[in-house]
Each structure stands twice: as structure tokens, then as C-alpha cells.
């Protein structure tokens, strides 16, 4: 059974500049979640989707997006860099209806904001 | 509010020793607990969890305590290998139980 797939795994922006990212999660989960991990905050909740629902939130602002298609696959969007955006994306998936239990991590997106 | 955190940033230990990797949470409703581990350019690997009505779960070289008087969680492991080496990282469910809150991580050194 394929893990959680992201793409790109690297990239490389400039502020003011936008970035999707995609997460693939493992066939028969529903639940997708976004974490940021960053050196300075470690690993922060972004949001979670449930069915193409946004379920949770974060506290990020408006500029980080995401949405979830009918294939249960997951994009995140963030507009207008900035430098501080600059972190290893992580997409992660559940099975389960409820919110509890395991996480399935992909590798990361890691972006650079230049 | 919720917070996960970890005792130490760094442990170093010798081959063969066992491990201790301490967490503190500050949310006494939390429900479910996991430890994750992160090895360089991969992304967090589950290794054990537990829920708030155990105290102790074992796995293969690993052994989570939970201790809800002091809202302590510790990751155990036997026997310490190199391979072991990563950050190891104390997480809880969020009271909407649809995220996890994360510590900070602590890095563990196995040396040979």
C-alpha cells in the first residue's frame, strides 16, 4: 500500500510569489491534515479536511489555504511569500471518521522563500 | 491552552543503553497521545500511542508511560541502536480531537 505522496518535494519561490502544494493520502483515508515545521516552532497544525470539508484550523492567516478534492487528495495554497513562510510542508492522513488516531506522514514539500 | 512540550533537547547515549525521552502536557482533558520519530529529510514516523484511560503500552523495544496526576508522558526504549538516532517528537489530540499538537522534539544521539 502506497504511503502519503507529496510533490514538489523541493522548491524554491520569491516573496510576493504564490505556491500549491499536493498531497496524495493513503488509498482509504478520508481525513488529510497540513503541518508546518519550521526550526524556530517545530511542527504546527495548518488544517484538516474531512470529505472535501474543512474540519479544523490553525491559527495561520488567510494567506495559507487548502481544499480537498472527491479522491480525498489535498492542495495547499499560500499567496503573497514572505520569507518566514520559508519551512518543510508535511501533508498527513487518517483513516478513521473521528478525529483520533495515527497519523500517516508524507515526506515534506520543503520550500524556501527567497 | 494546549501545549506539548519536551524536557530536553537533546540526549546522547551509548549503544546498548536504554533511553528516556520525557514530555510534559498541559492539557489534562487530552484524550490520546502518540510519539512520533523524525529521521533527517523524512517526515514523522508513529512509533507508539496511548490513550488517557492506560498508563503504560508497550511496543517492540519501546514503552510509553503515561502519568496523568503530573500530565507526564515518556517514550522508553530498550536497548538503544544507532539507528534509533532522530528526533523524537510527544504529540496530543486537540480537544476537537482533529489535530495534533506537537512538542518541540527532542534529538537522541546514539553513539557507538
Known amino acids: 500500500k502506497a504511503g502519503v505522496t507529496q510533490t514538489p518535494r523541493y522548491l524554491i519561490k520569491t516573496r510576493g510569489q504564490q505556491v500549491t502544494l499536493s498531497c496524495s493520502p493513503i488509498s482509504g483515508h478520508r481525513s488529510v491534515s497540513w503541518y508546518q515545521q519550521t526550526p524556530g516552532q517545530g511542527l504546527q497544525f495548518l488544517f484538516e479536511y474531512f470529505s472535501e470539508t474543512q474540519r479544523n484550523k490553525g491559527n495561520f492567516p488567510g494567506r495559507f489555504s487548502g481544499r480537498q478534492f472527491s479522491n480525498s487528495r489535498s492542495e495547499m495554497n499560500v499567496s503573497t511569500l514572505e520569507l518566514g513562510d520559508s519551512a518543510l510542508y508535511l501533508c498527513?492522513?487518517?483513516?478513521?471518521?473521528?478525529?483520533?488516531?495515527?497519523?500517516?506522514f508524507g515526506e515534506g514539500s520543503r520550500l524556501t522563500v527567497l | 491552552g494546549e501545549n506539548v512540550g519536551l524536557h530536553l533537547p537533546t540526549l546522547s547515549v551509548q549503544e546498548g543503553d536504554n533511553s528516556i525521552i520525557n514530555c510534559a502536557y498541559s492539557?489534562?482533558?487530552?484524550?490520546?497521545f502518540i510519539w512520533y520519530k523524525q529521521e533527517s529529510g523524512k517526515g514523522p514516523q508513529f512509533i507508539i500511542d496511548?490513550?488517557?484511560?492506560?498508563d503504560k503500552r508497550q511496543g517492540q523495544r519501546v514503552t510509553v508511560l503515561l502519568n496523568k496526576t503530573v500530565k507526564h508522558l515518556s517514550l522508553q526504549i530498550a536497548a538503544t541502536q544507532p539507528g534509533d538516532s532522530a528526533v523524537y517528537f510527544c504529540?496530543?489530540?486537540?480537544?476537537?480531537?482533529?489535530?495534533?499538537?506537537f512538542g518541540k522534539g527532542t534529538t537522541l544521539s546514539v553513539s557507538s
Open positions: 498527513a492522513s487518517r483513516s478513521g471518521t473521528s478525529g483520533t488516531g495515527e497519523l500517516f
Open positions: 504529540a496530543e489530540d486537540n480537544q476537537a480531537g482533529t489535530a495534533l499538537i
Open positions: 496511548i490513550r488517557s484511560n492506560m
Open positions: 492539557n489534562s482533558a487530552s484524550d490520546y
